[in-house]
């Protein structure tokens, strides 16, 4: 299992700032991936961050408006740019290991409110 | 990854055996039928998972039809800490994949 840590854990920002969103866990894991929850919705993929390489976004997310970073096998960043009231949300990060089962752990979340 | 249909709330009585269904009629040969949950304010937790055998572990069962077509996510004695949003998901068995969720079923244990 993993043990994954998000900061900050809420925030309410302005719009037309950024925010960005640190996901650190206490073991090296393969893959990383960011989720977003909207109000009263589901979790939908933002993008998979792999340790050097350009992270992969999934379709109406772009790098420009979420940018992320993976310096190393344990820490990765989201950034939410830009942010008007429709980014409020919560934005999750997961990991999962090569081998075993893939399982996947999630963070707790960080609760965003653009106002 | 193929698609899953779940009710949308269901209840239980605390103390009782929780019964969750899924259909997921067009499931492949190589995807895995997962279940997670998803506590208020929580982060989704993983439960367990399987590809055409009942599986058992500490927190539940996950019964799978023959046909593999549906799944039955079995919680023996539901508490009010499983009320919960259940997500059923199949994947293909790979760390290159991901997790695709669905709306869920609101689980309401009450007392």
């Known amino acids: 299992s993993a043990v994954i840590s998000q900061k900050p854990s809420r925030d309410i920002c302005q719009r037309g700032t950024s925010l960005t969103i640190q996901c650190q866990v206490d073991?090296?894991?393969?893959?990383m991936f960011w989720y977003r929850q909207q109000p009263g919705q589901s979790l939908t993929l933002i993008a998979t961050a792999n340790q050097g390489s350009e992270a992969t976004y999934e379709s109406g997310f772009v790098i420009d408006k979420f940018p992320i970073s993976r310096p190393n096998l344990t820490f990765s960043t989201l950034t939410v740019s830009n942010m008007s009231p429709e980014d409020s949300s919560i934005y999750l990060c997961?990991?999962?290991?090569?081998?075993?089962?893939?399982?996947?752990?999630f963070g707790p979340g960080t609760r965003l409110t653009v106002t | 990854d193929a698609k899953t249909t779940q009710p949308t709330s269901m209840d239980c009585a605390e103390g009782r055996a929780a019964n969750l269904p899924c259909n997921h009629s067009t499931i492949s040969g190589n995807e895995y039928v997962y279940w997670y949950r998803q506590i208020h304010s929580q982060g989704p937790q993983y439960i367990i998972h399987g590809l055409k055998n009942n599986e058992t572990n500490e927190m539940a069962s996950l019964i799978i039809t023959e046909d593999r077509k549906s799944s039955t996510l079995i919680l023996p004695h539901a508490t009010l800490r499983d009320t919960a949003v259940y997500y059923c998901?199949?994947?293909?068995?790979?760390?290159?994949?991901?997790?695709?969720f669905g709306k869920g079923t609101m689980l309401l244990v009450s007392p």
């Open positions: 998901i199949v994947r293909v068995f790979s760390g290159y994949s991901t997790l695709t």
């Open positions: 073991s090296q894991v393969t893959m």
């Open positions: 997961s990991v999962a290991f090569s081998g075993g089962s893939y399982e996947q752990y």
